[in-house]
């Protein structure tokens, strides 16, 4: 029997708009248009009650139905839930079919007729060179994607509780990378829990996951567990020689493999943790060229991730990288597994990470009262209470303006006397006419305090030298900027502070390796030939995103000169 969200689905698709959501995700190509999708097929009669595909499958063709139907279905422990059913004119897929990642559901035949089918690299060929094609596949994978995150039919389901802080990373890890998962709160669903006592499942071994596909069940697993569980980095090939690797797929990184995979090179963006750096974790931007009333972090980073995945890159995530094999070329990027990556040029992305407070007890919080991000994940587990934001730049800003919406208080703490320096002007302005957000200038966190969870939050005005204990339950950390740099040592020289010099500021008095080459380093270049640093990583950037988007962008330009001196 249907669910009431199924219905509604139904009833909402009954009244086709050139408009409605529900049109655009499942549009009726036009005989011009397939035919121009004729030349890259093969036609195939089908039968009905054929399956054509099913979840956990890869390299799974794309099929535009000539007549027949069809139905998209995805198993679970009772039997099957519907997701869509096509008939002549549509065609199947959601953005699976554009990364090459394992399918997430079943299509089977309905009703038999002639199929077109067209596999993955034709796919992706017709649309890079077919603007229109191109637009009515990626809008249409987009919104299914969607519907699916929305209603939460992946391939996983997690079972975890709110006052867990492994739950909130995998929820976050998930979430970012625009998986669907099901999700189970066991502080609401006794059902649940009761069976995870009956199998004896401990507390410290929540949050439980289940691939339902190959029926594994995980313990608190690590985030690369999962990510293997469901199959996030399947098609990625270890034994290539890539023209480029990118590590770090923040606004700088995505923005390098959206224009190299264009312009047909060779790409792969390793990530450690999920796409788009410290800028996806922000509720709102609002000063990004061309999104005048702003867009989520995490909105701008999945929609770089589809272009990148529409033009051809690949992505690894939920691996970081241990170090760098420099010696020889091609260079080779090791990651925390032993993999080894080779490529003739790289692209350090790897941006830098918020300054954690030296608190003793900071890690026991974390998670449980102490986040790095402002979402509405973040947001949901502080409810109507007080909460404090550390910092003085524009991610701590648009955290406080965006926390203030439904938080009891918004207390900022900053280690200045002032914002104008780190803040743009409009995100101050907001502030201070906010009377939820109170500032605390000159102010710094000296202890936390709490049983399991942050209770208790003690704080130094070192203006008045007065320290006070307050009850507040959740703090947000946006201070400061460390590069992940760690990685790189020996290899390129860095700044007294650990980021990379590129281009002219390299000097031969300088720590650190020098300019091998008897020409001169280009412009993002490091000490390291054909290797390139961008975004906040770099010594000298400028902390917005669309500086670290053009860097990105210049740098594909310089790869492929050194690319040509090879």
């Known amino acids: 029997m249907p ?11 009954a009244v086709p708009s050139a408009l409605d959501a529900r049109t655009q ?29 099913e979840p956990d499958d890869t390299n799974v063709p794309f099929f535009v139905l000539l007549s027949g139907k069809m139905e998209i279905m995805q ?27 394992r399918s997430l559901v079943r299509g089977r035949v309905t009703e038999a007729g002639d199929f077109l089918e067209v596999d ?13 094609l191109s637009e009515i596949f990626m809008r249409a994978f987009i919104l299914r994607r969607l519907e699916l995150v929305n209603r939460g039919q992946g391939n996983v389901v997690l079972l975890g509780s709110r006052h867990s802080a492994r739950t909130l990373e995998l929820r976050e890890f998930l979430t970012r990378n625009e998986h669907p998962y099901a999700y189970v709160d066991l502080d609401t669903d006794k059902t649940s829990q009761e069976l995870l006592d009956r199998f004896q499942v401990k507390r410290e071994e929540v949050p439980v996951t289940v691939c339902i596909k190959t029926g594994r069940v995980l313990r608190n697993p690590t985030i690369p567990k999962l990510a293997d569980c469901i199959g996030l980095n399947s098609t990625v090939d270890a034994s290539l020689v890539r023209d480029l690797i990118i590590v770090g797929a923040g606004p700088a990184g995505l923005a390098a493999a959206v224009y190299a995979a264009s312009e047909g090179l060779d790409v792969l963006t390793i990530e450690t943790a999920t796409p788009g750096g410290q800028a996806g974790s922000s509720s709102k931007i609002e000063n990004y060229l061309g999104f005048p009333t702003g867009v989520s972090g995490q909105e701008l980073a999945a929609r770089a991730l589809a272009q990148t995945e529409k033009f051809g890159a690949k992505m690894m995530v939920a691996h970081g990288v241990t170090r760098l094999e420099c010696a020889s070329h091609p260079y080779k990027v090791v990651l925390d597994d032993g993999q080894k990556m080779a490529a003739r040029a790289v692209v350090i992305a790897t941006g830098a990470q918020y300054s954690k407070p030296r608190i003793a007890n900071l890690a026991k919080f974390e998670g449980q009262g102490i986040y790095y991000g402002a979402t509405h994940m973040e947001a949901q587990l502080c409810g109507d209470e007080e909460v404090i934001v550390v910092g003085g730049g524009n991610s701590a800003g648009q955290a406080a303006t965006f926390l203030c919406q439904s938080a009891g208080k918004v207390r900022m703490l900053v280690r200045s006397g002032q914002l104008s320096d780190t803040m743009s002007r409009y995100l101050i302005q907001r502030i201070e006419e906010n009377p939820n957000i109170e500032m605390h200038y000159n102010t710094e966190i000296t202890a936390f305090d709490g049983d399991g969870h942050l209770e208790r939050v003690t704080w130094l005005d070192k203006a008045s030298g007065q320290s006070s204990m307050h009850p507040i339950r959740h703090v947000f950390v946006m201070a400061g900027a460390s590069p992940r740099t760690d990685w790189l040592k020996g290899c390129v020289a860095m700044d007294d502070k650990g980021f990379i010099l590129t281009g002219r500021d390299l000097d031969p008095v300088t720590e650190g390796p020098a300019w091998p080459l008897p020409r001169p380093p280009q412009m993002l270049e490091t000490s390291l030939p054909g290797v390139f640093a961008v975004g906040d990583v770099r010594a000298g950037n400028v902390k917005r995103v669309a500086s670290a988007v053009g860097e990105g962008a210049i740098a594909v330009h310089l790869v492929h000169r050194v690319l040509g001196e090879l």
């Open 75 to 101: 198993p679970d422990y009772v039997g099957e839930r519907p997701i869509a059913k096509h008939s002549a004119g549509e065609f199947t897929g959601e953005m699976t079919m554009i990364s090459g990642r």
């Open 25 to 53: 995700a499942f549009p009726v190509l036009t005989e011009a248009q397939i035919a121009r999708i004729r030349p890259i097929s093969k036609s195939r009669a089908v039968r009905s009650g054929e399956i054509l595909f």
């Open 3 to 13: 669910t009431q969200a199924e219905i509604n689905l139904m009833s909402f698709r």
């Open 120 to 132: 993955g690299d034709s796919l992706r060929s017709l649309v890079a060179r077919d603007a229109e």
